[in-house]
């Protein structure tokens, strides 16, 4: 059975993270395609676990409003489109700066674009590796962050896209 564009309810029951070299975030998520569903206690309509890289800060070159970057030698600002071909972009060509990743939009993309990937191909039931090993070691400071532990146990309602 293939829905498309279906309601969906998403609750994240667990965040944590993997055991092992990656040290990847670990979100066991559960959808059901209704709140009736939900709130009647219904089992899960798919349920699925993700394994992503998240940092809670990273660096992007500085942009002024109309797209252009800004040259750490001279500070002025260009087009990147306009740069000669033949150039060679030495580290420190441009000036970066440190920004703060916001990671819940980051997870509620990642279980969104899942739930139209799997509704799209008809894909339900339980999708969880059982194998994946977690807990709550915090080596990236991704579990600690209260914008994270907030969705946790949320109920969240997406209408259908059209």
Excluded: C
Excluded at 62 to 79: A, C, E, N, P, T
Aim: negative net charge; glycine residues 6%.
């Amino acid at each position: 059975m293939t829905i498309r564009n279906a309601d969906m309810i998403y609750v994240i029951n667990e965040i944590s993270t993997e055991v092992g070299v990656n040290q990847l975030t670990y979100i066991l998520v559960d959808y059901w395609l209704s709140q009736a569903s939900h709130d009647k206690g219904d089992p899960p309509h798919l349920s699925n676990d993700f394994r992503i890289r998240l940092r809670p800060t990273g660096t992007r070159v500085v942009k002024d409003d109309q797209g252009r970057w800004k040259r750490s030698s001279d500070g002025v600002f260009v087009f990147f489109k306009d740069l000669p071909e033949e150039i060679d972009l030495p580290g420190g060509f441009f000036e970066v700066e440190a920004i703060t990743i916001d990671l819940p939009a980051i997870i509620a993309q990642a279980i969104e674009n899942y739930w139209d990937r799997a509704t799209a191909s008809g894909i339900t039931g339980s999708n969880v590796n059982p194998r994946i090993k977690r807990d709550i070691n915090d080596p990236h400071a991704i579990l600690s962050r209260p914008d994270v532990q907030a969705m946790k146990g949320k109920i969240v309602v997406r209408n259908a896209r059209s």
